[in-house]
């Protein structure tokens, strides 16, 4: 969520910055609300002071015997003025609730080192790892390779749940397991992060709080009698752990990292990568979610972009990170890096992680604050997330990249021990 003050303080700058993602419309809204709002709210506290010295001067004109309360001439004053304030705390409450709407669907601004553009076309290709690799053979796609060696049935999964669901069978299913638990290992030990085991719905407030809601709610999967959503990415869980409570300064930076299944329906996605694992309804990601202060939170997104590069380059996979443009990030971020993997059996590049710096604009939503350790006073905290990365295109991509003419799969060397010992997928 956006400072009202801030917009306020220079809407024009809050224009041009929203302006490079496309739309400032709700800005110029959020505006004439405020005006309204604060217009009223000068009237009403002006009534309210007429009002107080009236019923004082009448009180003291009693207590001295010049009048008596039932003869009162002013009690239709006093009742006249009573009822327009009451009129007005009504108006006030209604403009607050269209502002508070309002604000929550107005994205983040993007940081001043995003570039303005609408298309993928323009997202900036900024480090390359590992050449793409090159096979005297033709590279068969992951689900010809998982059909044959009997680890996915995608038959199967639509028995039982519909289109665009995985499911795993055996060494496949020990596949999945093993790159969670090798990248949660990689995190904890190595990175310093505190593993959490989240629930896997959450409450509306949740998903406002970190910005799923009011906008993608149709991507969403909702539980309608008890009101709860099936997470999306273990980020809601995680930021929405401190929601409404204030932090001490001395605890940050906080690390968490989860892994959890994800569930989204995809809307309107319907018909674009429908085979295999590239647009799926529930996969498997490992989370990662920082607390920061305000100046140091842009350093720690450079570091969460090599800890997801970690994971990929301990599997030895090609990939390439790219920085969004202004239209390209997400509703909550102001700054976000994608890596994608190379798949040669499809020929595709593929989103595996995407790392976002959300600055205040989740804290303020969720209401998270930090008290200053010197000094008084309470901030707003910097909340960022990244994927440590999402396991089904991770997944694709070992089946197409490590596969044999003879269609085995030899395993990249940092999972052999979480496979017990299996090397290669026949």
Excluded at 54 to 63: D, F, G, L, P
Excluded at 117 to 130: D, F, P, R
Aim: aromatic share 8%; hydrophobic share 40%.
């Amino acid at each position: 969520m956006l400072d009202i003050k801030l917009i306020r303080k220079d809407p024009e700058a809050a224009k041009t910055a929203l302006a490079r993602r496309g739309d400032t419309s709700a800005i110029d809204k959020l505006l004439l609300l405020d005006a309204e709002r604060r217009n009223i709210i000068t009237q009403l506290e002006q009534n309210r002071m007429v009002k107080n010295a009236y019923s004082k001067k009448i009180a003291e004109q009693i207590r001295e015997g010049l009048l008596k309360e039932a003869q009162l001439p002013e009690k239709e004053a006093i009742q006249a003025i009573s009822q327009k304030i009451e009129a007005q705390e009504k108006e006030v409450e209604e403009l607050n609730a269209q502002l508070d709407s309002l604000v929550l669907t107005i994205p983040n601004m993007p940081h001043n080192t995003v570039q303005s553009g609408g298309s993928s076309k323009t997202n900036k290709i900024v480090k390359e790892y590992l050449a793409i690799k090159q096979f005297s053979f033709n590279p068969l796609p992951h689900w010809e390779i998982g059909e044959y060696l009997k680890i996915l049935d995608f038959p199967t999964a639509t028995l039982l749940s519909g289109s665009n669901f995985p499911l795993y069978k055996g060494q496949g299913a020990k596949l999945e397991r093993a790159l969670y638990s090798f990248m949660l290992d990689l995190h904890v030990k190595e990175h310093g992060y505190q593993e959490i085991s989240p629930p896997y719905m959450v409450k509306r407030e949740c998903m406002l709080g970190t910005g799923q809601l009011p906008k993608m709610e149709g991507d969403m999967y909702l539980c309608e009698e008890d009101d709860l959503f099936l997470v999306p990415t273990a980020e809601v869980p995680l930021v929405n752990m401190h929601r409404g409570q204030t932090l001490d300064e001395r605890v940050l930076p906080l690390n968490y990292v989860a892994y959890t299944p994800c569930f989204r329906r995809e809307a309107g996605s319907y018909g674009k990568d429908t085979r295999g694992l590239i647009r799926i309804h529930q996969f498997d990601k490992v989370e990662m979610v920082k607390f920061t202060r305000p100046e140091s939170s842009y350093e720690a997104l450079e570091q969460m972009l090599g800890q997801s590069e970690e994971v990929l380059k301990r599997l030895g996979l090609p990939y390439r990170v790219l920085e969004l443009c202004a239209e390209e990030i997400s509703f909550a971020s102001s700054k976000t890096y994608d890596i994608e993997v190379w798949a040669p059996g499809i020929k595709q590049w593929m989103e595996v992680a995407s790392i976002s710096n959300c600055e205040d604009f989740q804290a303020r939503r969720a209401n998270i604050r930090c008290k200053k350790a010197a000094g008084k006073g309470t901030f707003f905290p910097h909340t960022l997330n990244g994927s440590a990365v999402a396991l089904a295109r991770t997944y694709l991509a070992i089946l197409e990249t490590y596969q044999n003419a003879d269609g085995t799969v030899t395993l990249p060397d940092v999972l052999v021990p979480y496979m017990g010992g299996v090397k290669v997928l026949q």
